[in-house]
Antibody, heavy 119, light 105 residues
Framework: EVQLVESGGGLAQPGGSLRLSCEVSGFSFNTYEMNWVRQAPGKGLEWVSYISSNGSTKFYADSVKGRFTISRDNAKNSLYLQLNSLRAEDTAVYYC????????????WGKGTTVTVSS | SYELTQPPSVSVLLGQTASITCSGDKLAEKDVSWYQQKPGQSPVVVLYQDRKRPSGIPERFSGSNSGNTATLTISGTQAMDEADYYCQAWDRSGVFGGGTKLTVL
């Protein structure tokens, strides 16, 4: 069974840091591109970041550029998102999602991990 | 930055046809995906590359993309289709529409 399981969310202070993880199983992780997508409480979906299958190409939303870093460890079947300089507006459920070309749609999603930024 | 615009809400009578639009500059030049999200659940892709259905998605879900507008159509709408729907495209970064709440009356 294909599975994505996020972890690492929690409460952080403004200016603080968190590291999110997404552990995958049931497919050859090293052959798939991946995204992080977030959803603030009561709001819509927001794409956050993309990483290629070998980790050499990364893209970020303008709202997180310079503060968040996406990475992956194909040997550990894991995707990561390092969140630095956190702001209240980063409060959201963070989902990892598998990317399928062509079209770069997301065919498998995790259940999400919640990040709350508050003092 | 690229933007996708959706109506905030659409209502449809049970068994009738619902249409949800997604507008963006020259959207027909891009591949559009549609996601369904029910309360408390993760999104699920219902269409990709404008009109293709993943396995397990009912045939009542269809799509089109022309000019500046992509459309998700649900024929014979069922109560279980009540959800939020998001369009998505790629333009040097991922872009989602603001989402449309579909209410089945």
């Amino acid at each position: 069974e294909v599975q994505l399981v996020e972890s690492g969310g929690g409460l952080a202070q403004p200016g603080g840091s968190l590291r999110l993880s997404c552990e995958v199983s049931g497919f050859s992780f090293n052959t798939y591109e991946m995204n992080w997508v977030r959803q603030a409480p009561g709001k819509g979906l927001e794409w956050v970041s993309y990483i290629s299958s070998n980790g050499s190409t990364k893209f970020y939303a303008d709202s997180v550029k310079g503060r968040f870093t996406i990475s992956r460890d194909n040997a550990k079947n894991s995707l990561y998102l390092q969140l630095n300089s956190l702001r209240a507006e980063d409060t959201a459920v963070y989902y990892c999602a598998r990317v399928r070309p062509p079209g770069y749609y997301m065919d498998v999603w995790g259940k999400g991990t919640t990040v709350t930024v508050s003092s | 930055s690229y933007e996708l615009t959706q109506p905030p809400s659409v209502s449809v009578l049970l068994g009738q046809t619902a249409s949800i639009t997604c507008s963006g500059d020259k959207l027909a030049e891009k591949d559009v995906s549609w996601y369904q999200q029910k309360p408390g659940q993760s999104p699920v892709v219902v269409l990709y590359q404008d009109r293709k259905r993943p396995s397990g998605i009912p045939e009542r879900f269809s799509g089109s993309n022309s000019g500046n507008t992509a459309t998700l159509t649900i024929s014979g709408t069922q109560a279980m289709d009540e959800a939020d729907y998001y369009c998505q495209a790629w333009d040097r970064s991922g872009v989602f529409g603001g989402g449309t709440k579909l209410t089945v009356l």
